[in-house]
């Protein structure tokens, strides 16, 4: 396994890989601070490519001011044993330098599904994962690409860019991986106390409640989102943020629920600490271009 820092060394090893050894090349972007979910992403890129590429990049570009960039937890010493493990072929760890070089000014912007949701919360955050996904395909240009559906939000936005702007590149969309508790991994639950950790299992079971309305007959989608939100802010250390029930593979909003894919989406805080969830509704609905590879 090699560990790349520099683009330029990034992009000629994959472009030697495609074309000298005929190769298919796959992807893996994170942050770091490696866990359960993202190995899973590994791991079936392992299984479906030759070459394995996993990116390792805080990305600068998708905090704002006021996030927690400088706290974010990094460790490529572990993430390096950990793909090591995983048979990895090459870590690309840039510097925030070498992605956004001074006089750097170029962003991506998809505009409508980077407005709703976790780009109200969070402004400019999508306009970062854009960029920084549409640079990394563009270094890579990998076959294959894997996200978690845990940021379901994410996967939609990076599918849409990757039509609109003709990348070649699949986007493969995997289950999100779960504590025992039902708790969706994340690289942020190491903020959570173990108090906390222990009130952040009520997200999960909240949104498996409103499947089971939906499965039992609800069709209507604010009863759904009002039984979410009721079951969260009953937890004493949980505070709503949003609740939204939408369309999976567009993000439409949703009030009468039909023969659709539907997403219920939370964010959620647990003491200070902001923690995103979803869960899929009637999947099976999606004729084709499904958000999860089944
Ligand atoms: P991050 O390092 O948080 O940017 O995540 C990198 C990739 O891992 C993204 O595609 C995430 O959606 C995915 N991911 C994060 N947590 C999970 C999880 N619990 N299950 C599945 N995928 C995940």
Known sequence: MEIINRRQRMSSVARKIRREQDKSVGLVPTMGALHEGHLSLVRE???????????????????????DFAQYPRDLTKDTALLTDYNVDYIFAPTAEEMYP????????????????????????????????????????PDFAFFGQKDAQQAVIIKRLVRDLALDTEIVVLPTVREDSGLA??????????????????????????????????????KLVDLVHRMVDAEPRARVDYVNIA??????????????PILISVAVFVGKTRLIDNILMNAGAKKKDALVKV
């Open 45 to 67: 890129a392992r299984q479906m490519c030759d070459i394995v590429v996993v990116s390792v990049f805080v990305n600068p570009a998708q905090f704002a001011p006021n996030e």
């Open 102 to 141: 001074k006089g750097y000014a170029t962003y991506v912007t998809v505009e409508g599904l980077s407005d709703q949701l976790e780009g109200v919360s969070r402004p400019g955050h999508f306009r970062g994962v854009a960029t920084v996904v549409t640079i990394l395909l563009n270094t890579i240009r």
């Open 185 to 222: 991994m994340s690289s942020r639950n190491v903020y959570l106390s173990a108090e906390e950790r222990d009130a952040a299992k009520v997200i999960h079971k909240a949104l498996v409640k409103a499947k089971e309305a939906y499965k039992a007959g609800e069709r209507n989608g604010g």
């Open 247 to 260: 369309n999976a593979d567009n993000l439409e909003r949703l009030d009468k629920l039909e023969d659709q």
